[in-house]
């Protein structure tokens, strides 16, 4: 029977039938509705999120007029005149025309096509910014104004297309009573998110390429396309090696759905030669040759440059206060450390997706590798916080204190970062923006009262990172300790990091709970 046909029948079975069949039209009539709904919403929220870049992108860039090296714009605009001007599979080798001592490429050759494409754009307006050899340093006006516009199109391009289908993706199915406007600030949220805005139109670069990639394959997941969500995750891996933070979520969910099929090991096998054939594709020009492949390959891990570098809020780097591992270890003892440290913990996030996959777990395991990625890893970056905020942003809803809590405090450990590179003021705007949106969504919140001790303690947690904000912009460090006041907001960041982890991978195992209190019930009935 068509839907939305009626006819009328005598019989019990036929009474059902029919109002069966009347709920699935007021069922899409609701659904056609919301979705108009949500792509209106959708557009409208993306033009103020553009236009918030687009203002961020008059202020200062990594190492703005600060030669011999200047800082990521630089190292961007030279990739673009690398792969314009030199042949491919001289990209990745040093030579006299590629110091690879100056900004070598150090990414995946997805990130080499995207630096191949946007050098197009830029030398058919300004060839001069792209020019080798004399364009090193080129800061033009046209020249910043064509590297801005290649990442506010990557955005629209990747970003944008994939936090609107995982919206729709994830509110597909779910209770209609949800409000539109809940929905409308859960993409608010996402597309709004200030590190990524300030790390990307501010310091500069393309995270939105590989976040968007890796959101487009959750959402494919999502939507139970696993095949999609493999070749997606795979462009991901390939644009930029961090997308690795998520690959024990993805690898043990993904293992837990083919195990619960018939012929667990062909379901296996099929989504393994997806994988691989992805791969093959993009590293293509180089797998001809062990030499080549291996020369990419070794620039991909920068194993030389220490542990950590700089003061990121890892475990690493905040316990080198007390033992110096990069004086006490050599490179290669540590290299193990952090890989058996980050397997470790980030093992009963991805049991509990092999025991009992859920998509509900799926985010959370997600969130639960890219922090154990983050806090134990070898060489973590300030900018790596942006991996797990992504989970924790999909999750805003369920999890509106994790979020809010996560946002403010990775804010807050890129801070001397930003600092640096002269983004203080948009850092303050964009921090303001993110609590007003926070403070005017409604529907979303829990009802339930705040434990007073846990108000206590935010507030204090609040109050010292008020106090290290005045403080690092207004005093200077004492001449023995130059970087006592990073260090401090290390320390603070991590021990937020560290309960926020705890937290979720607790939250994570009482999903098997739940689930099994359901199958208990469908049991009973």
């Not at 030669?273 to 992805?278: A, D, H, K, Q, Y």
């Not at 999750?395 to 203080?424: C, G, I, N, Q």
């Not at 200077?476 to 300790?481: E, I, K, L, N, V």
Request: include cysteine; charge should be positive; charged fraction near 15%.
């Amino acid at each position: 029977m068509e839907k939305g046909t009626k006819r009328k029948v005598n019989n019990k079975k036929g009474k059902e039938e029919k109002l069966i069949v009347e709920c699935d039209d007021e069922s899409d009539a609701w659904w056609w509705l919301v979705h108009k709904g949500i792509t209106a919403s959708f557009l409208s929220i993306a033009l103020f999120s553009l236009l918030v870049r687009v203002a961020l992108s008059l202020h200062p860039y990594s190492g703005a007029g600060n030669p011999p090296k200047y800082g990521d714009f630089e190292a961007q605009r030279h990739w673009m005149e690398i792969t314009l001007n030199l042949p491919l599979k001289e990209w990745y080798r040093n030579s006299t025309v590629n110091d690879l001592r100056y900004w070598g490429l150090d990414y995946p050759p997805l990130t080499a096509y995207q630096s191949y494409v946007h050098g197009l754009f830029l030398r058919f307006f300004s060839p001069d910014s792209v020019a080798l050899f004399t364009s090193r340093g080129h800061e033009s006006y046209l020249g910043k104004l064509l590297m801005r516009w290649t990442v506010l199109s990557s955005d629209v391009l990747v970003f944008f297309p994939a936090v609107f289908y995982f919206v729709v993706v994830y509110y597909a199915g779910r209770n209609p009573s949800r409000s539109m406007s809940g929905i409308a600030w859960h993409m608010a949220i996402i597309l709004l998110n200030p590190c990524l805005i300030l790390i990307d139109h501010g310091h500069f670069q393309y995270n939105c390429i590989s976040l968007g990639l890796t959101l487009g394959a959750i959402a494919s997941l999502l939507s139970d396309k696993d095949l999609v969500a493999c070749v997606l995750y795979s462009l991901a891996l390939n644009h930029k090696q961090m997308s690795a933070y998520f690959a024990p979520a993805f690898f043990s969910h993904l293992l837990g759905k083919c195990l619960r099929r018939q012929y667990p090991f062909l379901q296996v096998l099929k989504l393994g030669l997806v994988v691989l054939g992805t791969f093959l594709i993009v590293w293509w020009p180089y797998v001809h040759s062990m030499e080549a492949f291996l020369g990419v390959l070794s620039r991909l891990a920068p194993f030389e440059r220490g542990i950590f570098e700089d003061y990121v809020a890892n475990f690493w780097c905040t316990t080198s206060v007390l033992v110096k591992w990069k004086r006490l270890f050599p490179t290669q003892t540590l290299k193990l450390l952090s890989f058996g440290a980050t397997i470790s913990s980030c093992l009963p996030s991805m049991i509990q997706q092999i025991w009992s996959p859920s998509k509900q777990g799926f985010l959370y395991g997600l969130l639960n590798s890219a922090f154990s990625f983050y806090l134990f890893s070898f060489q973590v970056h300030e900018k790596s916080i942006l991996l797990p905020l992504l989970p924790a942003s999909l999750l805003a809803t369920e999890e509106p204190f994790l979020f809010t809590w996560m946002t403010l405090y990775a804010l807050f450990s890129m801070f001397p970062l930003l600092h640096r590179d002269k983004l203080v003021l948009p850092y303050l705007s964009l921090s303001a923006l993110f609590i007003l949106l926070n403070h005017l969504s409604s529907g979303r919140r829990d009802t339930k009262d705040t434990s007073s001790f846990r108000s206590f303690v935010t507030r204090v947690f609040l109050l010292c990172s008020v106090i290290l904000h005045v403080v690092y912009l207004s005093m200077h460090a004492p001449a023995r300790y130059p970087f006592l006041f990073e260090a401090l907001i290390m320390l603070l960041c991590f021990s937020q990091f560290v309960f926020l982890t705890l937290y979720t991978n607790a939250k994570q195992w009482m999903l098997l709970k739940h689930s099994n209190l359901v199958d208990k019930e469908k049991k009973l009935l």
